[in-house]
C-alpha cells in the first residue's frame, strides 16, 4: 500500500527526546518548550510563538485571546476538517458559512461581506491542502469592519502568499503537528502573533492563568485552561522544524511530478497556484469533472485496489448535524467540489516511481 501521508523522521528527533529523558524534563517546562516557540516564531519571521497541546486547542486558544465568545459570529469556511468550526462553539460563538473559489477551493473573499453583521468579531480563512486564501482581500475588509482574522494555517506550513509566510498575515495564526502534517510532534499545535500583548494573553490563558506569589503559592485571577505541550514533544517539534526546509522542497517536487503526468488528462482537475504564492501542497488533490470516465468514488476505490490509499475532500460542515441550521451564503461551489476532490499520496519520502504508478492508475481509466 502507498500510503496518504505519513511523517517523516530524519532528524535530531531521538537525541533531543533522549535528552529530555535523560535530565527528566518531560512534561509542560523545559528548555525544549521555549526553544520551540523561539525557533518557529524565527521561522515564520513572528514575533511570538506559543505552544498547545494540538492544533484545536491553538485556535480555541486564538478565538479566547481575542475575547470572542457568546453572542458573537465567525465568518468562516464550510469546506474544511471541522475542528476550526467547532472551537468557535467551544467558546460560544456561531459560525457562519462562507462558500470557496473554483479554482483553489478556500474561501472566496469576495463573498465574505455579504454575510457581516453587527455581531461578526473575525473572519477565520482556513488554507486547506496548502491552498492560500487571498490574504491582502481579507485584511482589507477585516480592517474596514473593524473584525479579527484568525488564519488556520494547519495545512499550509511553509506555503508563502506574497513574500509572508502562511500563518503570518492575520491577528493570529494556528498550526497543528499531528502526524499527517508537514512536521509532527505526535500530538501538538502552535499559535502566533505579531502582537505582544496578544502573545502574552495567550500564553497567560493557555497555562491555568497562573501567578507565582512571593511565597510560592500558584494565585488565579480567571479562567485558566491546560493547552501545554510537553517538553518532550516540543524536543520532537525543534528536530522536525530544522527539517521543514527540505520537507516543503519534496513537496513541491512530489506536486511538480503530479503536475506533468496529469495535467493533460480529460477530466481530472490539477491544483491552481496564484499569482505571487507558493502551494506547498501539504496533500496533492485533484477534482475529477464530468468528463472523467468514473465517478470520484469509483477512482478512490479503483486506487484501492491497486494499492494506493486516497481520501475524498472534507464534507462541507454546514450540511453536518450539529451545523445544519447555521447562518451561510450560497454554498453552491462548496457542495459541488466537495463530492469531486480526491487526496492522493503526499508523504515526504514519496517516490518518484510511486507518483508514476499512481498516474498509470489514474490514466488507465
Not at 488556520?152 to 502526524?179: H, P, R, V
Request: proline share 3%; hydrophobic share 40%; net charge negative.
Amino acid at each position: 500500500m502507498i500510503p496518504l501521508c505519513i511523517p517523516e523522521v530524519r532528524g535530531n528527533e531521538w537525541k533531543y527526546i533522549k535528552d529530555c529523558l535523560d535530565t527528566n524534563w518531560v512534561s509542560s517546562v523545559g528548555s525544549y518548550v521555549d526553544k520551540f516557540e523561539d525557533d518557529f516564531a524565527n521561522y515564520l519571521e513572528a514575533k511570538a510563538a506559543v505552544v498547545t497541546m494540538n492544533g484545536t486547542a491553538a485556535l480555541e486558544l486564538a478565538l479566547r485571546t481575542l475575547g470572542i465568545g457568546k453572542g458573537d459570529e465567525v465568518i468562516v469556511s464550510s469546506l474544511t476538517f471541522i475542528s476550526p468550526v467547532n472551537t468557535i462553539r467551544y467558546v460560544g460563538a456561531e459560525p457562519v458559512f462562507v462558500d470557496v473559489c473554483k479554482d483553489t477551493w478556500v474561501m472566496d473573499e469576495s463573498k465574505i461581506e455579504e454575510l457581516i453583521t453587527s455581531k461578526t468579531k473575525a473572519i477565520l480563512p482556513v488554507h486547506i491542502y496548502g491552498n492560500l486564501v487571498n490574504m491582502d482581500k481579507v485584511m482589507d475588509i477585516a480592517r474596514k469592519h473593524d473584525l479579527f482574522v484568525i488564519e488556520d494555517a494547519t495545512e499550509s506550513l511553509g506555503a508563502i502568499y506574497k513574500g509572508k509566510k502562511a500563518g503570518n498575515i492575520g491577528d493570529i495564526g494556528c498550526f497543528s503537528f499531528n502526524g499527517n502534517k508537514l512536521i509532527t510532534t505526535g500530538a501538538g499545535g502552535m499559535l502566533v502573533t505579531n502582537k505582544e500583548d496578544l502573545a502574552k494573553r495567550a500564553k497567560y490563558l493557555s497555562t491555568q492563568t497562573k501567578s507565582v506569589l512571593e511565597n510560592g503559592a500558584f494565585y488565579h485571577e480567571e479562567l485558566g485552561y491546560n493547552f501545554r505541550m510537553p517538553n518532550i514533544l516540543a524536543a520532537m517539534g525543534c528536530a522536525q522544524l530544522e527539517m521543514v526546509e527540505e520537507y516543503v522542497n519534496a513537496k513541491l517536487g512530489h506536486a511538480k511530478e503530479y503536475n506533468n503526468l496529469l495535467e493533460n488528462v480529460i477530466g481530472i482537475k490539477i491544483p491552481t497556484e496564484k499569482d505571487d504564492t507558493t502551494n506547498v501542497n501539504w496533500l496533492y488533490s485533484i477534482l475529477v469533472q464530468d468528463e472523467f470516465p468514473l465517478t470520484r468514488d469509483e477512482l478512490l476505490n479503483k486506487l484501492k485496489d491497486n494499492g494506493i490509499q486516497s481520501r475524498s475532500f472534507f464534507m462541507p460542515v454546514h450540511n453536518m448535524p450539529p451545523y445544519i441550521n447555521c447562518k451561510h451564503g450560497d454554498m453552491s461551489i462548496t457542495n459541488s467540489i466537495s463530492f469531486k476532490g480526491i487526496n492522493l499520496p503526499s508523504s515526504v519520502e514519496l517516490k518518484k516511481e510511486e507518483i508514476e504508478k499512481i498516474c498509470k492508475v489514474i490514466k488507465e481509466c
